[in-house]
């Protein structure tokens, strides 16, 4: 058990009759990061929110949130904890302040000043004494965070929150969460199926597939742990292009040569790049164009999974 982890779970299990909707999960979430929870539909991300946060009993394991075991001191560890499962609901006739009023009535020690500082953190300042019934989607989403923190918790925890978002709604989200993480240190996980915006936001990711934990990774080891990017010359010669690229770094580097692109594998320095490009001029080859492509998420992603579809 890590001292640092502000939610552990520890061979979590949950059973429905006899089948097995969750498998023995294990993974903590650390203060200030954002945690991702990565898996196609049907996954169990979604149940497993649920047992975090008490909508639904488990069948094994633990689930600690600061420390407190939700199965015997659920108030205390859900004081640490904001969540928004599934969409956000609000009282759409009332403006977006009555709704985080009438919220912050429930919960002691909620000052006006802390309604205002939330409300400024997500960017709602212009906006906040209409009514809800007029907000965007992503508005919506942004008050519900709001309303999500009011408290102070130690963890936020968001399940599909892109889900409905224009582009540009998926961006601002992001953004928001990066900041949350970082001003109030709060840690945050989101669940989700899509790939893409798993890699912008989160710090860590969490593979889950038939309620089975595949893998946790950070962002950071697996760019380590690949050390090598592929780069694409657009050459006129291809055969002389790939003899000096062999020569250079070796014939297993050279990954595939098609329709006039010369593909290999180098090291993320710049002056390897540089110095093949050299050699290519030198061997009276014509660089026409230079691409590199590290390994994307979805890569990997399809690597731990052996190549299964996420959606």
Known sequence: MESNSIVQLRNVTKRIGSKTIIDRLSFDVHPGEVFGFLGPNG??????????????????????????????QFEQAMRHVGAIV????????????????????????ITEERMNEVIALVKLDH??????????????????????ILHRPSVLILDEPTNGLDPEGIRELRDYLRKLSREEGLAVIVSSHLLSEMELMCDRVAIIQNGKLLDVRSF??????????????????????????AEFVGEQAVVQQAD????????????????????LVSAGVRVYGI????????????EITRGNQIV
Do not use: C, W
């Open 127 to 148: 906006r906040i004494h209409d009514k809800v019934k007029t907000y965007s989607l992503g508005m919506r989403q942004r008050l519900g965070v709001a309303q999500a």
């Open 291 to 302: 691409r590199t492509h590290n390994k994307s998420l979805e890569d990997q992603f399809l």
């Open 260 to 279: 006039g692109v010369l593909t290999v594998s180098l090291t993320s320095e710049r002056e390897e790049i540089a110095e093949l490009n050299a050699r």
């Open 43 to 72: 996954a169990g991300k979604t149940t497993t929110i649920r047992m975090i946060v008490g909508l639904m009993s488990m069948t094994e394991g633990e689930i600690l949130v600061s420390s407190h075991n939700i199965k015997n």
């Open 86 to 109: 599934e969409n956000p609901e609000f009282y759409k006739f009332l403006s977006g302040y009555q709704n985080l009023q009438h919220y912050a009535r429930m919960i002691p020690g």
């Open 220 to 245: 950071k080891e697996m760019q380590a742990e690949t050390g090598r990017l592929e780069v694409q010359f657009d050459v006129d010669h291809l055969e002389a292009a790939a003899r000096a690229a």
